[in-house]
């Protein structure tokens, strides 16, 4: 008996050593030959059978092009965050305003090829199938967009302008279509950013500029208070929103009401502190 257990665990020893990492790769091979494009003998095929594969087809092309959607709306997302960080430069280095929005405005051309490529992709398709795929990218560059609208032109960028300016700049003439939804999302992302111009702003001493862009953030939360939209989103937004509001509203208080009792170098140091903490 135990010459036989001695044999039996020696047998399969040797196929695992035989196996080893060579079954691995052959298993490794097959697999990768299962994803492989291979010609099928479809001529015994039952109805059913064909119709299946019609299926399996389709669902293969829909897999696919959710994959590229998302591939894209990530570099649209990566893209997006670099014009912003960009943006920040703006309000606290003088005499350089106009080079930096220039730099904005062409780190946007490559984002507008990107959404362009979207709607190739989309194009003869049901756009709300694919939505999700795209939309993080989507609210990334209506952040980014709205953020340098309001740093140019000091008002809010509309839904209908920014879908223009995706138009004018798609070579092939095809129009992409901003839902409502991921629109109000960008622009309640984008008083964050305001949040922390007002904070540059304080730091180097532009005390309009902070006390305009606070009642901007305002009008802009007061407006999304009296929405009615059905999207669990916008509430978790409208809580952001009213902290940032905070903030920018502790810092103009501390400018109106001590702005008279303290030098302004410690005015700034202390909405630096209460930033801070508050960040915490």
């Known amino acids: 008996m135990k010459r036989f257990m001695d044999d039996s665990n020696h047998n399969q020893r040797s196929n695992r050593g035989r196996g080893g990492r060579g079954g691995y790769n052959n298993q490794r091979g097959g ?3 299962r994803n492989e494009a291979r010609e099928v003998d479809t001529s015994k095929d039952t109805p059913m059978l064909t119709q299946f ?34 943006l920040h430069r703006l309000p606290v280095e003088e005499g350089n305003e106009e080079e930096i929005l220039r730099e904005a405005k062409e780190a946007l051309v490559p984002v507008h090829l990107l959404f362009e490529n979207i709607t190739v992709e989309l194009e003869g ?16 560059y209506l952040e980014a967009a709205t953020f340098l609208y309001y740093l140019e032109a000091e008002t809010l960028l509309s839904k209908e302008k920014a879908e223009e300016d995706l138009l004018r700049a798609n070579s ?10 991921d629109y109000l ?9 305001l949040m922390r111009v007002c904070i540059n702003c304080v730091a180097v001493g532009k005390e309009n500029r902070v006390q305009k862009t606070s009642g901007f953030i305002r009008d802009i939360y007061d407006v999304f208070c009296r929405l009615k939209v059905d999207d669990r989103e916008i509430p978790k937004k409208l809580e952001v929103m009213k902290a940032s509001l905070q903030k920018v509203e ?13 030098p302004k170098e410690m005015i700034m140091a202390m909405n630096q502190d209460q930033y801070q903490e508050m960040e915490e």
Do not use: H, W
Not at 174 to 180: G, N
Not at 185 to 193: H, I, K, R, Y
């Open 125 to 140: 398709q049901e756009y709300y199938k694919y939505q999700r795929a795209f939309s993080p990218g989507l609210q990334e």
């Open 31 to 33: 697999y990768q030959n």
């Open 53 to 86: 594969r019609a299926f399996s087809k389709v669902l293969d092309e829909n897999n696919d092009r959710r994959e590229r959607l998302v591939k894209i709306s990530r570099d649209i997302t990566i893209a997006s965050k670099r014009i912003i960080f960009l």
């Open 185 to 193: 999302l960008g622009v309640a992302d984008l008083t964050g950013e």
């Open 250 to 262: 502790q810092v103009c208080f501390n400018m109106a009401l001590r702005g008279s009792e303290y």
């Open 172 to 181: 092939k003439g095809l129009s992409f279509k901003i839902d409502m939804t």
